[in-house]
């Protein structure tokens, strides 16, 4: 009896010392991770769409492990690195689902003109002269600085030679949706569309399965290609999985294009050619009638929405409310910088929120959640990447980015969903992480030098002026 008792007193004991071996584990953090951020209001954008006031992000490697309360997140979680987001908002990284980076070297040259004059008069002749590898790879160093600074983690791109694009984004260790352009003129880096096509598929057995570089294809326009052309970039898309970039219905012009020349609309146009499929990724879609939005969802097409370039262009305005209440996959793009004139995603969001309510008379049409929604979650349907980037979940990728809400301008914070969309601007943004690396520190941009490339910039602007005189 007496040695059962003595068993059952050292069992007793040595669960005791599990049980308090495990507090002061969990209490001390159980598990090493590479990355915390702790003490922010973390706004998730998940399908709840949960905002945690005093919220963390564990990051370990390229992926979030846990997103919770920062008690929660402390107990298990022991960083490497931890940054302290007190009194600042965690949000997931802004994705820009349209714009041509190395067109920032473009930003301001020619103003105030509708997309057909300013293309034809100043941008294609611009483009024909001034861009070679080098021009679009400092350009696309110049975009990525600023889309670091101003919380873009993704970005979707439609340019020429744009594997110098790649590698710059990857340089600058941004996450991009990169599509080789594909038009009917000779262009700087392709005579014929062949030449591009074949090009377009280099560029994509270069870059298939890369961790940040998404390669796709992008035919320009409906209305700067033949039909053979288009729906041979298409196959060529669909023959590797990868995405196709288009411009659609982005003004009057284009719709009397289409009527003149195939006598359809543009969206009805490149349904009769089956163009419209999952993986087109269109552009603007401002002409767009209530039918046809229904054609773009049936087809699984995402939308990118562009209103400062559409309103700066005079293109039209997009009906976004239509899309959302058709259940669209539809995200916010700046377009290339020479028609916005930056790459600033939070104007994108406010803009987007604002005309919208004027257009439609309605204050409801377009929420600050909704604004917020398509340049996260919404802008990663549209690509097709939202089982990866889009909100703080874990299991995605870690692209995260931390925004001071300190200034005089967001001063008193009641919603901070309000504050992200109605008066925060890129430059409040302190940290941008993609892929689980910190990008910028508290303004301090760790993966490009900022002084050079605004440097290089300044150089390839003189190129640019006497190229157009
Ligand atoms: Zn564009």
Redesign the pocket.
């Known amino acids: 009896m007496a040695s059962a008792n003595l068993k059952l007193a050292l069992v007793a004991i040595a669960l005791a010392i599990v049980i308090a071996l495990v507090i002061v584990s969990s209490q001390t953090g159980e598990r090493q991770v590479s990355l915390v951020v702790v003490n922010g209001t973390v706004v998730t954008m998940d399908g709840a769409g949960r905002v945690i006031p005093n919220g963390a992000v564990a990051i370990d490697g390229s992926d979030i492990v846990a997103v919770d309360t920062a008690d929660a997140i402390q107990r298990q979680y022991r960083g490497t690195e931890t940054i302290d987001a007190a009194g600042q908002v965690v949000l997931p990284g802004l994705i820009n689902t349209?714009?041509?980076a190395p067109m920032v070297l473009f930003r301001g040259l020619a103003d105030d003109l509708a997309l057909m004059e300013w293309l034809t008069k100043y941008i294609f002749p611009a483009e024909a002269k001034t861009v070679s590898p080098e021009f679009v790879r400092a350009g696309t160093r110049l975009a990525a600085l600023e889309m670091i600074q101003s919380g873009t983690t993704t970005y979707t791109d439609?340019y020429y030679f744009e594997e110098e694009i790649a590698k710059e984004t990857k340089g600058a260790g941004l996450r991009g949706v990169l599509g080789q352009t594909v038009i009917q003129f000779p262009v700087p880096d392709a005579k014929t569309p062949a030449d591009a096509l074949a090009r377009a598929e280099t560029f994509i057995n270069m870059f298939k399965g890369d961790p940040l570089i998404t390669p796709a294809v992008a035919p320009h326009a409906m209305y700067t290609l033949d039909g053979p052309t288009l729906m041979a970039a298409r196959a060529l898309s669909m023959r590797h999985g990868v995405p196709t970039l288009i411009?659609l219905a982005e003004t009057r012009d284009e719709v009397k294009t289409a009527q003149d020349q195939y006598k359809a609309s543009p969206v009805g146009y490149l349904d009769r050619l089956g163009f419209l499929g999952p993986g087109v990724v269109a552009?603007?879609g401002v002409w767009v009638s209530e039918p046809e939005i229904m054609v773009l969802r049936q087809r699984n097409v995402g939308v990118s929405h562009?209103p400062e370039?559409n309103m700066k262009l005079a293109s039209g305005t997009a009906p976004v409310p239509g899309y959302l209440a058709a259940g669209v996959a539809i995200g916010l793009g700046t377009?290339?910088a020479a028609?916005n004139n930056d790459l600033d995603m939070f104007d994108a969001m406010q803009t987007a929120s604002l005309l919208h309510k004027l257009q439609t008379g309605d204050p409801r049409a377009v929420s600050a959640r909704t604004a917020l929604e398509m340049a996260t979650i919404g802008g990663a349907r549209a690509l097709g990447m939202a089982d990866r980037v889009g909100s703080l979940e874990p299991g995605k990728r870690a692209d995260v980015i931390v925004v001071g809400m300190a200034t005089a301008r967001q001063t008193p914070m009641y919603d901070p969903i309000s504050h992200l969309v109605y008066t925060t601007r890129g430059d409040d943004v302190r940290t941008t992480i993609v892929h689980g690396k910190v990008l910028m520190r508290n303004r301090q941009v760790l993966t490009l030098n900022e002084a050079s490339v605004l440097a290089e910039a300044r150089g390839w602007a003189e190129k640019v002026r006497a190229a157009v005189n």
């Open positions: 349209h714009t041509h439609m411009h552009a603007h562009n370039s377009d290339g028609s």
